[in-house]
C-alpha cells in the first residue's frame, strides 16, 4: 500500500459582505436594535439643535437671474390685494345702491384703522374711483398693499382678512371678498397642509390593514412600518445638513416621506417573506435569518442603489429647489437599506417565532407559511407555452396606452386648486367683474448712466415695436428701484399669459425687441422675469432636461445591473420595460388630464396640459420603483437558475415564489399614491393617478406577462456576458443547506455566464 499524503482543506470561502452585515446583527441583535432606535433619536435631536435656516428659492433661466439681482438689491414688491363688494342678487347699481356704497366706506376705513394699515388703499368712492366700479355697476373692488415682506405676508394679510370678515357680516345681503397674492398664498398653503395630514393620517392605518392581510399577524405588520418610519425620521433630521445652502421646504418633507414609506415597507416585506419561506421549510431562525441576507438582502441592496441612481437625475435638472428634493429622497432610501440589513434581521432574531403572534382569524395559519403563489404560476406557464403572443399582445396594448403621451404639452396652469375652493372662486368673480389682462413681463435693468438719454432712447424704441395685435403691446411703463441703482420695465404681452402666444411674445421680447434696443446701450444689463417668464423658463429647462436625465439614469442603471447580475441581456430587459410603464403612465395622465377626462369623479378643471415637474418626478419615481420589483424576482430567477434550473424553470418558479410580495408590496403603495388623486392640487391628483396605475401596470402586465414571455423567448441569452467582461467579480447567493449548485460557468456557446 502507498501513502496518500493528507490534503489540507479548502480554506472556506469568505461570506458575501450583506451576509456579514446581516450576522453580526443577529449575534448583537440587542445592540443592533438599540443602536438602531438610538441613533435615530440622535440624528432627531441633533436636526433640531442645528439652527434654522431660510434658503431663497429662484427660477431656472433669465427669469431667476432677474430675481437674484432684485433680491441682491433688497428689491421687494408688496402683495396686492383686492376687495369685492357686490349684491348676491341682480339689482341696483353702485350709484344707486346705498348699502353698496356704505359697505365700501367701511371697508377702506376699516383697512386704514388696523395696527399697520395697508398700504396705497384705492375706492371706488375716491378720486380716480370709476375705473373699481364694474362696466356694469354692479361690483365695486377696495384695492391695497399688504405691509411686510415675503417672510410674513400670510400673517400680515390675516389681520386684513379679519377686517373685511366683520364688514361682511353686518351686510349679509351683499358679498364682500378678499383676494389677492397675499390670501390666495395663505389659502392655498393651509388647503395643502391640511391634504397632507389627511394622506399622512389616513396612509398609515390603510398600510397596516393591509400589511395585515398580507401577513395575517400584527407582530409581523408592524416591522415594515417601523422601519419606514424610523428611516423617514432620519432622513428628514439629516435634511438640517443640506437645508443651509439649499431650499428644503414642505415638497422636500412630502417627498421624502412618500419615497421612505414605499421603499421601507418593501424592503421589509422582500426580507420578511423570504425568512418566514424558509422557516415553512423547515429552517431554524438563524438559518432563514441568514439565507434571507444572502438572497433578500443582496436584491435589497441592488435595488436601493438603483433607486438612488433614479433620483439621483434630479441633480441634473440643475433646479436648486429638486436638488433639495433629491437630497432628502436618497437620504431615506439609503437609510431604509441600512435598517433593512441590520435593524430587521435583529429585530427578527430577538422576536424569532413572537413575529408571528397577534394572528388575525382565517388569516394566520395560511398568510405565514408564504407559498407560492399557484395563480403566478398557471399565468406564466400559459405565458411560456406562448410568449410570442402573450408578449406581442401586452406590448401593443401598453403602446396604446402610452400613444397619448406623444401629444403631451407642459405648462403651469393659472391656478392649480379647483374652482370650488373658496379663494379661487373669490378670484374668478374678480376676473368676471373686472377682466384683467395677464401681468407684463418685468425687464430688470442694472448697469450704469439708467436715467440718461441712450436708456430713455432704447425704451421709446421698445415702445415704438409696441402694437394692439402683436407680441409686444402697450402699455410699458418703467419705475427706478433700488435708489435708481436698478429700472424695472413692465411689458404687457399678447396671450393669456401661460399659452403658446405670450410665450412666443416673450421670446420675441427677449431674442429681438431687447437686443435692438436696451441690448445696444453699453454699460448696461438686463434679464427678464414675470409670470409668463418664469413658467416658460421652468418649463423650457425640464423639457430640455428630461432626455438627459433618461439617457443618464438608464445608463447608470445599467452598469449597476451588469455588474449584479453579470449579464447583458438583462439590464436591456429591464431597462426596456421600466420606460414601457413609464410610457404607458404619460399617456394615461395625458389622457385624464390634459384631454379632461374624469373631471367630475377627480374635481378638477383641465388647463389642456400636463405640470412640468409631474412626467420628470414619474419617471425618476417609477424608475426607481419598478426597478425595485424587478430586481428583487431576477435575483431569485437567477438563484433557481444557478442551482441548475432551465432558464424556463427558473422564471416560472421565480415569478410563482416572488411575485405574491411583490403583489402585495404593489397594493400598499397603490392604496398611499391613490390618496393623492383626492388631494386638492391638480399636479397632486396626477401624482395620484400615474403612479398607481403604473404600478398596478407593473406588478401585473410586466412581471406576470412581459417578464417571463422576454425570458423565454431569449432562453440561456438571457446569462449572456461577452468574455471581455468576465473579470466582473460575483458569486452564487447564499443558498440552504444540502441544495445543489450549478457549474460556476455555463458554457460560452450557451450564454456565457460566470457564477
Known amino acids: 500500500m502507498h501513502a496518500h499524503p493528507t490534503q489540507a482543506p479548502a480554506p472556506r470561502a469568505r461570506s458575501p459582505i450583506v451576509e456579514r452585515i446581516a450576522g453580526w446583527s443577529v449575534r448583537h441583535r440587542k445592540t443592533a436594535v438599540l443602536g438602531w432606535l438610538l441613533l435615530v433619536a440622535a440624528v432627531l435631536v441633533g436636526g433640531h439643535m442645528l439652527p434654522a435656516t431660510n434658503v431663497q428659492s429662484y427660477d431656472t433661466g433669465q427669469s431667476g437671474q432677474a430675481e437674484q439681482t432684485l433680491n441682491r438689491l433688497n428689491v421687494t414688491f408688496p402683495p396686492a390685494e383686492q376687495v369685492l363688494i357686490q349684491r348676491r342678487a341682480p339689482g341696483r347699481t353702485f350709484a344707486t345702491d346705498a348699502e353698496l356704497r356704505q359697505a365700501t366706506g367701511q371697508v377702506v376705513a376699516a383697512l386704514r384703522r388696523l395696527p399697520h394699515s395697508a398700504a396705497a388703499v384705492r375706492s371706488p368712492l375716491g378720486p380716480g374711483g370709476r375705473s373699481l366700479i364694474s362696466a356694469n355697476g354692479r361690483s365695486a373692488l377696495v384695492t391695497f398693499n399688504v405691509p411686510g415682506n415675503a417672510n410674513n405676508e400670510d400673517q400680515t394679510v390675516l389681520r386684513d382678512l379679519n377686517a373685511v370678515a366683520a364688514v361682511q357680516a353686518s351686510h349679509p345681503g351683499l358679498l364682500i371678498q378678499e383676494a389677492g397674492n397675499a390670501s390666495g398664498d395663505r389659502a392655498i398653503n393651509a388647503l395643502v397642509s391640511s391634504d397632507f395630514r389627511k394622506a399622512e393620517v389616513t396612509s398609515v392605518p390603510v398600510t397596516l390593514i393591509l400589511l395585515v392581510a398580507v401577513f395575517g399577524a400584527l407582530i409581523a405588520a408592524g416591522i415594515p412600518l417601523l422601519l419606514a418610519g424610523t428611516s423617514v425620521i432620519t432622513a428628514l433630521s439629516l435634511l438640517a445638513i443640506p437645508g443651509h445652502w439649499l431650499p428644503v421646504g414642505q415638497a422636500t418633507s412630502e417627498v421624502t416621506l412618500l419615497i421612505g414609506m414605499a421603499v421601507g415597507i418593501d424592503y421589509s416585506l422582500f426580507y420578511l417573506r423570504r425568512e418566514r419561506e424558509e422557516r415553512a421549510r423547515g429552517a431554524t431562525v438563524a438559518e432563514a435569518l441568514r439565507i434571507a441576507a444572502g438572497t433578500s438582502g443582496r436584491a435589497i441592496v441592488i435595488s436601493g442603489l438603483t433607486v438612488m441612481i433614479a433620483l439621483a437625475g434630479l441633480f441634473l435638472t440643475g433646479a436648486p429647489e429638486f436638488t433639495g428634493i433629491a437630497f432628502g429622497a436618497i437620504a431615506v432610501v439609503g437609510v431604509a437599506v441600512v435598517g433593512s440589513l441590520t435593524f430587521v434581521p435583529a429585530l427578527l432574531s430577538w422576536l424569532g417565532r413572537w413575529a408571528d403572534r397577534g394572528r388575525i382569524p382565517f388569516l394566520g395559519r395560511r398568510r405565514t407559511a408564504a407559498k407560492p403563489s399557484r395563480l403566478w404560476a398557471a399565468l406564466v406557464r400559459r405565458v411560456a407555452r406562448r410568449p410570442l403572443v402573450w408578449g406581442g399582445v401586452a406590448v401593443v396594448g401598453m403602446l396604446a396606452l402610452a400613444a397619448p403621451a406623444l401629444s403631451m404639452r407642459l405648462a403651469y396652469p393659472e391656478n392649480d386648486v379647483p374652482n370650488n375652493v373658496p379663494i379661487i372662486a373669490t378670484f374668478n368673480r374678480i376676473q368676471h367683474a373686472f377682466p384683467q389682462a ?261 406588478a401585473t402586465v410586466v412581471r406576470g406577462v412581459l417578464v417571463p414571455a422576454c425570458m423565454t423567448l431569449l432562453g440561456e441569452r438571457c446569462w449572456y456576458l461577452p468574455r471581455w467582461l468576465r473579470w466582473i467579480p460575483g458569486r452564487p447567493p447564499a443558498l440552504p443547506p444540502g441544495a445543489a449548485r450549478a457549474p460556476e460557468a455555463i458554457p460560452a456557446g450557451r450564454g456565457g455566464v460566470t457564477a
Do not use: C
Open 438 to 698: 395677464p401681468s407684463p413681463a418685468q425687464v430688470v435693468v442694472t448697469g450704469s448712466g439708467l436715467s440718461g438719454p441712450a436708456v430713455r432712447h432704447a425704451i421709446a424704441g421698445l415702445r415704438a415695436r409696441a402694437a394692439a395685435d402683436g407680441p409686444i403691446r402697450e402699455p410699458i411703463t418703467t419705475m427706478p428701484v433700488a435708489g435708481g441703482r436698478a429700472l424695472i420695465v413692465n411689458v404687457t404681452l399678447a396671450g393669456n399669459g401661460t399659452d403658446t402666444a405670450s410665450n412666443q411674445a416673450l421670446l420675441t421680447l427677449r431674442n429681438q425687441a431687447l437686443p435692438a434696443t436696451l441690448g445696444r446701450v453699453s454699460g448696461i444689463s438686463y434679464a427678464v422675469t414675470g409670470n409668463t417668464a418664469s413658467s416658460y423658463d421652468d418649463t423650457h429647462q425640464i423639457d430640455a432636461t428630461i432626455p438627459i436625465v433618461l439617457a443618464v439614469v438608464a445608463a447608470l442603471a445599467f452598469v449597476l445591473l451588469l455588474v449584479a447580475f453579470r449579464s447583458v441581456t438583462l439590464p436591456l430587459i429591464s431597462i426596456g420595460l421600466n420606460l414601457l410603464s413609464v410610457g404607458a403612465a404619460y399617456g394615461l395622465i395625458t389622457l385624464v388630464f390634459q384631454d379632461g377626462r374624469l373631471q367630475g369623479p377627480l374635481d378638477f378643471t383641465s388647463f389642456g396640459a400636463i405640470t412640468p415637474w409631474v412626467p420628470l418626478f414619474l419617471f425618476v419615481f417609477l424608475f426607481g420603483l419598478s426597478m425595485d420589483y424587478h430586481v428583487f424576482i431576477l435575483s431569485r430567477i437567477r438563484e433557481l437558475r444557478l442551482r441548475g434550473a432551465s432558464t424556463r424553470d427558473a422564471v416560472t418558479q421565480g415569478i410563482a415564489s416572488s411575485a405574491g410580495v411583490v403583489t402585495s408590496a404593489a397594493l400598499i403603495m397603490m392604496a398611499v399614491f391613490s390618496i393623492f388623486a383626492a388631494l386638492h392640487l391638480v399636479e397632486l391628483k396626477m401624482l395620484g393617478i400615474g403612479l398607481p396605475a403604473a404600478v398596478l401596470i407593473d
